[in-house]
T-cell receptor
Framework: GQQLNQSPQSMFIQEGEDVSMNCTSS?????WLWYKQDPGEGPVLLIA?????ELTSNGRLTAQFGITRKDSFLNISASIPSDVGIYFC????????????FGKGTKLSVKP | DTAVSQTPKYLVTQMGNDKSIKCEQN?????MYWYKQDSKKFLKIMFS???????INETVPNRFSPKSPDKAHLNLHINSLELGDSAVYFC???????????????FGPGTRLLVL
């Protein structure tokens, strides 16, 4: 079946640094979504991407849908302590309706 | 004002018991989902319902049975609970129509199930 590889698994950075994480798929995806999960909460949608090559920003967050449709990245600029959490990519290819496949998450820690 | 809500937030129970988790969404969405998140934080879809009709049923033991009384509710009933069922269960919803909006799923806060 379709698989998503998300990297890195975890990151420890200093406040103010920029962060980059990415996901690659074994097959073509039609949609890429990026979620953030805070401890004890459900995933919250950050950015949704629907077209190959699309670059979308949400405040300090920027995400891109790769041209090959097999990858996506998320950048966070000038990180702050509240950026701490687990970031998940999720994608959907052809086939099952609404069946999102999630990456294994990138755990972000920010030192003040 | 909560968009997707779940009850209970925490559920501690003995092996062999039967339990239910409830989910409600007030977003007017047509499609609802149940996900399981294991101890390694891996999220996997279990079920998907569109307009009260089952459209996805991943490889899940038949001890798990979803029930959708109406479009706004999708409950999860679990029979004969086992230790391995301990996890966080998330409900989610999305628009059920064709097009891109269908892809965007909104999650509830989760139900933390611990089977002893």
């Amino acid at each position: 079946g379709q698989q998503l590889n998300q990297s890195p698994q975890s990151m420890f950075i200093q406040e103010g640094e920029d962060v980059s994480m990415n996901c690659t798929s074994s097959s073509i995806f039609n949609t890429w979504l990026w979620y953030k999960q805070d401890p004890g909460e459900g995933p919250v949608l950050l950015i949704a991407l629907y077209k190959a090559g699309e670059l979308t920003s949400n405040g300090r967050l920027t995400a891109q849908f790769g041209i090959t449709r097999k990858d996506s990245f998320l950048n966070i600029s000038a990180s702050i302590p509240s950026d701490v959490g687990i970031y998940f990519c999720a994608g959907r290819g052809g086939g099952s309706q609404g069946n999102l496949i999630f990456g294994k998450g990138t755990k972000l820690s920010v030192k003040p | 004002d909560t968009a997707v809500s779940q009850t209970p937030k925490y559920l501690v129970t003995q092996m062999g018991n039967d339990k239910s988790i409830k989910c409600e969404q007030n977003l007017g969405h047509d499609t609802m989902y149940w996900y399981k998140q294991d101890s390694k934080k891996f999220l996997k879809i279990m079920f998907s319902y569109n307009n009260k009709e089952l459209i996805i049923n991943e490889t899940v033991p038949n001890r798990f049975s979803p029930k959708s009384p109406d479009k706004a509710h999708l409950n999860l009933h679990i029979n004969s609970l086992e230790l391995g069922d301990s996890a966080v269960y998330f409900c989610a919803s999305s628009h059920g129509d064709r097009g891109f909006r269908r892809e965007t799923q909104y999650f509830g806060p989760g139900t933390r199930l611990l089977v002893l």
